[in-house]
C-alpha cells in the first residue's frame, strides 16, 4: 500500500511556465521527500523537507509542507523541456516503519 | 565517487526459472534497499539491508529473498518465476538505515518474464 499520494497522475505544460505537484499521505511522518525519474531510468533525489520545517527552497523548486493537512507539495518555476519527467514523493511512518513509501508518481511534460 | 551500479541492466527469462540481481553501492553506503516498479503498482519496497542484516522487509512473497555480503553489496534473488515479476528492479544505498536521509538509486535491472 502507498503512504504518499501524487496528484495530478499527469502534467502537461509550456517550457516557462511553473509546475505545481502535490502529495497527499496518510500517517504522521518524520520527513518527506521528492526524487525525480527520467524514463526508465534510477530515481534522482531532489529535496528532503522534515516534518518541522514548512518550505525549502533548491534551486527553482519549491517544497512546502502542511503536516495538518498531511500535504506537500512541489513547485518548479520556469520550467525546461528538460525538466520532463516523473516526480515522487516518500515518506515514512506507515505503519510505524522508517523506511521511504513512494507514491505512483506525477508525470511531467514539459513542451518546448 | 561511483554511484550505485547495478547488474545486469537487462535480462530476459521464462517462468519458473530463477534470477539474481546485483547492487554495489556508493563507497561508505552501508544500507541497501531494494524496490520493484512496476506501471500498475508504483515502487514497491522489497527490503532494505544493513551491515550484512535484513533490517526491514516489505510485503511479498518468500520467492524474493535477498543478502547483503561484508563488503556491503547486496544481491536479491527471485525464485520461481510468474509473469508479473516482469518490472523494473532498483536498489539503492544511503550512510544509515532507515528514512534518515538520502537515497541513491541504481539505473535498475529490467526483468523481462516470459
Known amino acids: 500500500s502507498q503512504q504518499g499520494e501524487e496528484d495530478p497522475q499527469a502534467l502537461s505544460i509550456q517550457e516557462g511556465e511553473n509546475a505545481t505537484m502535490n502529495c497527499s499521505y496518510k500517517?504522521?511522518?518524520?520527513?518527506l521527500q521528492w526524487y525525480r525519474q527520467n524514463s526508465g531510468r534510477g530515481l534522482v533525489h531532489l529535496i528532503l523537507i522534515r516534518s518541522n520545517e514548512r518550505e525549502k527552497h533548491s534551486g527553482r523548486l519549491r517544497v512546502t509542507l502542511d503536516t495538518s493537512k498531511k500535504s506537500s507539495s512541489l513547485l518548479i518555476t520556469a520550467s525546461r523541456a528538460a525538466d520532463t519527467a516523473s516526480y515522487f514523493c516518500?515518506?515514512?511512518?506507515?505503519?510505524?516503519?522508517?523506511?521511504?513509501?513512494f507514491g505512483r508518481g506525477t508525470s511531467l511534460i514539459v513542451h518546448p | 565517487k561511483a554511484g550505485v551500479t547495478q547488474t545486469p541492466r537487462y535480462l530476459i527469462k521464462t517462468r519458473g526459472q530463477q534470477v539474481t540481481l546485483s547492487c554495489s553501492p556508493i563507497s561508505g553506503h552501508r544500507s541497501v534497499s531494494w524496490y520493484q516498479q512496476t506501471p500498475g503498482q508504483g515502487l514497491q519496497f522489497l527490503f532494505e539491508y544493513f551491515s550484512e542484516t535484513q533490517r526491514n522487509k516489505g510485503n511479498f512473497p518468500g520467492r524474493f529473498s535477498g543478502r547483503q555480503f561484508s563488503n556491503s553489496r547486496s544481491e536479491m534473488n527471485v525464485s520461481t518465476l510468474e509473469l508479473g515479476d516482469s518490472a523494473l528492479y532498483l536498489c539503492?544505498?544511503?550512510?544509515?538505515?532507515?528514512?534518515?536521509?538520502?537515497?541513491?538509486f541504481g539505473e535498475g535491472s529490467r526483468l523481462t518474464v516470459l
Open positions: 516518500a515518506t515514512d511512518g506507515l505503519r510505524g516503519s522508517y523506511i521511504p513509501t
Open positions: 539503492a544505498s544511503s550512510l544509515t538505515s532507515g528514512n534518515t536521509g538520502e537515497l541513491f
Open positions: 500517517t504522521s511522518i518524520n520527513n
